[in-house]
């Protein structure tokens, strides 16, 4: 598998940013595997507000660039997220290797439509090293084949 693919990682923003410091590893971990064009998903200072400079239209338009540019798109989807949702449907029509991951912990239900997809690839975890796992099976077999 090489370095340097281009990866679009999915976290909620508005969501919810309770997760925001497992975003931060799961994005650190994927650069051993390239680029991951949303590092900002793991910022710790990026509330559920957002940059406050940067207008909605401008971020729709920029990481849509992005996922249409990316090699494989990542998604955390264990804090419902409208964005996050949107964008795995969009890597869908664009045919991209997608992967969802699901904490499993917390005993929130995952949506039917990302759980009851039979074509999406969705990974549950409970700790960092079986997401590791799941990440680097990821991209060594699916992202390697396309
Ligand atoms: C600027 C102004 C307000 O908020 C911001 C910063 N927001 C975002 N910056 C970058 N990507 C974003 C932002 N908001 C949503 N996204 C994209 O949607 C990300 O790629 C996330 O994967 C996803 C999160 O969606 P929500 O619905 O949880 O916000």
Redesign the pocket.
């Known amino acids: 598998v090489t370095g340097n693919l281009r990866i679009?990682?999915?976290?909620?923003?508005?969501?919810?940013r309770e997760d925001h410091a497992l975003y931060r590893e799961l994005i650190d971990y994927l650069g051993r595997y390239g680029k991951v064009l949303?590092e900002?998903?793991g910022d710790a200072e990026?509330s559920e507000?957002?940059?406050?400079d940067?207008?909605?239209a401008a971020?729709f338009e920029?990481?849509l660039a992005w996922l249409r540019s990316a090699d494989a798109v990542v998604?955390e989807v264990s804090t419902p997220?409208?964005?996050?949702g949107?964008?795995i449907a969009v890597a869908e029509q664009l045919e991209k290797p997608i992967l969802c991951l699901h904490h499993d912990v917390r005993g929130r239900r995952l949506s039917s439509m990302v759980a009851g997809h039979p074509g999406l690839m969705l990974r549950k975890y409970s700790d960092f090293s079986e997401v590791v796992e799941h990440i680097d099976r990821f991209f060594e077999s699916t992202v390697r084949r396309m």
């Open positions: 679009y990682f999915a976290g909620s923003i508005r969501g919810g949303t900002h998903i990026l507000t957002g940059e406050k940067v207008s909605d971020i920029r990481d998604a997220s409208l964005g996050v949107y964008e």
